[in-house]
């Protein structure tokens, strides 16, 4: 599998990660055997990368990488004072009509400790389906804007099932129903949480970097059924 390039200098590369790759082995997904990006970005490019942050193995969309390992600390200072902003784009349950401020503490899965958290949610589209599934004779979803102001472990996942919006094809958070329906009656099986879009300036060059994901190829799918234009 070829990763896709989306911006590369002598300090970074940007890329395009797909759906169910992890970023690099863990105790979480010790059972997981195949490629990690970090394995596949090895082989194609004959030399190693740093993630700057991460993304769930299921999402896919921009991920940052550092070229030299020194330097990721820099690059995370910017997360951690909220000068690089992700956009994320997820299609949930349901019609989703207002933005909204989500701000449920998170649970750490390493330590158990509840700590703060907060999603800026926005409504983009909404699509009435005369597919009934249980127990309604249609169903209804959105396609939404998420914006985390902070960065826990599996965050906008939990935020939108906190408030009754799963992410089709979450099998951890979700809504069962609604996710087999996507698989028999579409053939999309994938999570539909995608890192579309972020934001910053280069803290070596001064570049202003504006940087854009191209969608999965289910996405594509969806948004000629749904008549959705992105």
């Given amino acids: 599998m070829k ?23 863990s105790y979480y997904a010790r059972n997981i055997k195949d490629a990690t990006l970090l394995e596949l970005l090895e082989k194609q490019f004959n030399k190693s990368f740093y993630p700057i942050h991460r993304l769930d193995r299921k999402t896919s969309g921009i991920l ?17 004072s909220n000068d690089i902003q992700k956009k994320y784009l997820g299609i949930v349950r349901g019609f989703f009509t207002e933005s909204i401020v989500i701000n449920s503490p998170v649970k750490n899965a390493d330590t158990k400790v509840y700590k703060d958290a907060e999603t800026l949610c926005e409504p983009l589209a909404t699509y009435l389906c005369d597919i009934s599934v249980h127990p309604y004779e249609n169903s209804r979803y959105s ?30 958070y979700g809504d069962r129903f609604h996710n087999r329906m996507f698989e028999t009656e579409f053939g999309c099986a994938n999570l539909f949480l995608h890192a579309y879009t972020i934001h910053f300036k280069h803290p070596f060059t001064g570049i202003q970097l504006n940087l854009k994901a191209n969608f999965p190829d289910d996405w594509l799918k969806i948004f000629e059924k749904f008549n959705w234009n992105i």
């Fill in 64 to 80: 940052v990488l550092a070229k030299q390992k020194d330097n990721v600390a820099v690059f995370q200072d910017l997360f951690n």
């Fill in 3 to 25: 990763i896709e390039i989306l911006f590369e200098d002598s300090y970074i590369i940007v890329i395009n990660k797909p759906n169910n790759i992890l970023i690099h082995n």
């Fill in 143 to 172: 396609l939404v804007k998420l914006i985390p102001t902070t960065g826990r472990m599996h965050q906008l996942r939990i935020h939108m099932n906190k408030i009754s919006h799963p992410i089709i094809g979450d099998y951890k």
